[in-house]
Every structure is written in structure tokens, then in C-alpha cells.
């Protein structure tokens, strides 16, 4: 299908394994995906989706400064 990359095609794309990209689609992390009967069609020009422990690892790290900052502050 033109536009639409297969869980492989998209799996070789962005460097893991077809299993995360199928994990991916099923968490709903992947916008504008279409089934096709039993397959799964992913936008060519879709992103690989970003990993969210270290986005959560930044905002703790962004949270521990924040309270080490405010700390300094009050003394």
C-alpha cells in the first residue's frame, strides 16, 4: 500500500525487533495506524516513538534540581 510501511518495513526502519513495533501499535503510540484485516499499515512518515523511562528519567532528574534549588534558597 503506498504511504503505509508493514510492522517489518517499519521494524527494519527504525532498528528493533517486529515485536516492539507491533507493541508500539497496540499501546497506541504510533498515530494514524490502519488495520487491514489481520496486518497492520504505518504511515511512512511516521516517528519512531520516544522511550518513556527516559523521558521519565529527565523530568526526575529536572524535579531533584528543581527541590535541590528551592532548598538552597530557603536557607
Known amino acids: 500500500m503506498k504511504g503505509y510501511l508493514s510492522i ?3 521494524s527494519y526502519k527504525w532498528g528493533v525487533s ?3 513495533v507491533n507493541q ?8 494514524d495506524v490502519e488495520r487491514f484485516g489481520r496486518s497492520w499499515a504505518i504511515p511512512a512518515d511516521a516517528e519512531k516513538p520516544g522511550d518513556p523511562r527516559r523521558i521519565r528519567k529527565k523530568q526526575t532528574q529536572s524535579l531533584q534540581e ?3 534549588d528551592r532548598q538552597r534558597t530557603r536557607r
Not at 508500539?24 to 498515530?31: A, Q, S
Open 8 to 10: 517489518r518495513e517499519t
Open 66 to 68: 528543581e527541590m535541590r
Open 24 to 31: 508500539y501499535v497496540t499501546e497506541g503510540r504510533i498515530p
Open 18 to 20: 517486529e515485536r516492539r
